[in-house]
T-cell receptor, first 115, second 109 residues
Framework: IAGITQAPTSQILAAGRRMTLRCTQD?????MYWYRQDLGLGLRLIHY???????GKGEVPDGYSVSRANTDDFPLTLASAVPSQTSVYFC??????????????FGPGTRLTVL | GQNIDQPTEMTATEGAIVQINCTYQ??????LFWYQQHAGEAPTFLSY??LDGLEEKGRFSSFLSRSKGYSYLLLKELQMKDSASYLC??????????WGAGTKLIIKP
């Protein structure tokens, strides 16, 4: 594989269920990010990780958790899904944070519907 | 608060030139990015500006004025495949990207 993969591609989920969105990158990038994209709004950062073993909260972290056990994987978990979490979720990675020119590269996205 | 403003939608004709504007108010500035996003796909990187002036890359150019908090993306010789959303994003003082809502560009033959 080359780049970033996400799974599943799409999912319909009942409210209250637990769900983990998977993200894997093979570029050996240090930093990884989770965004949600909703119609009429810009991409909003949920959580990020500057390097394996560390994570941080973004703009909209409530209801989500992440882990970064190794460089390649950055799963996003919804502990108890609610309809307001219906969105398209994008995972991204970048080589190095703390630099202005550091470019983020995006996975194909997961379309999640919570009923 | 931090804010990125772009027009919601623009329409242009195949073969023509279009300019997509972006204004920003952020806590700090560490560069401005433009991304292209086709419907149902991931955003892909187009350009990066950190100094004032014009950066040209083929049919696409991006301009930045830091004193005015303003950038534009210029697309020349428009092709049907350029129909997409164009996202403006600014890296703030914490090196986090703040994203605009995007401009949907419709190209007509």
């Amino acid at each position: 594989i080359a780049g970033i993969t996400q799974a599943p591609t799409s999912q319909i989920l009942a409210a209250g269920r637990r769900m983990t969105l998977r993200c894997t990158q093979d570029m050996r990038h240090n930093a990884m990010y989770w965004y949600r994209q909703d119609l009429g709004l810009g991409l909003r950062l949920i959580h990020y990780s500057n390097t394996a073993g560390t994570t941080g909260k973004g703009e909209v972290p409530d209801g989500y958790s992440v882990s970064r056990a190794n460089t390649d994987d950055f799963p996003l978990t919804l502990a108890s899904a609610v309809p307001s979490q219906t969105s398209v979720y994008f995972c991204a990675s970048s080589d190095e944070t703390g630099k202005g020119a550091d470019t983020q590269y995006f996975g194909p996205g997961t379309r999640l519907t919570v009923l | 608060g931090q804010n990125i403003d772009q027009p919601t939608e623009m329409t242009a004709t195949e073969g023509a030139i279009v300019q997509i504007n972006c204004t920003y108010q952020t806590s700090g500035f560490n560069g401005l990015f433009w991304y292209q996003q086709h419907a149902g796909e991931a955003p892909t990187f187009l350009s990066y500006n950190v100094l004032d002036g014009l950066e040209e890359k083929g049919r696409f150019s991006s301009f930045l004025s830091r004193s005015k908090g303003y950038s534009y993306l210029l697309l020349k010789e428009l092709q049907m495949k350029d129909s997409a959303s164009y996202l403006c994003a600014v890296k703030d003082s914490n090196y986090q990207l703040i994203w605009g809502a995007g401009t949907k560009l419709i190209i007509k033959p």
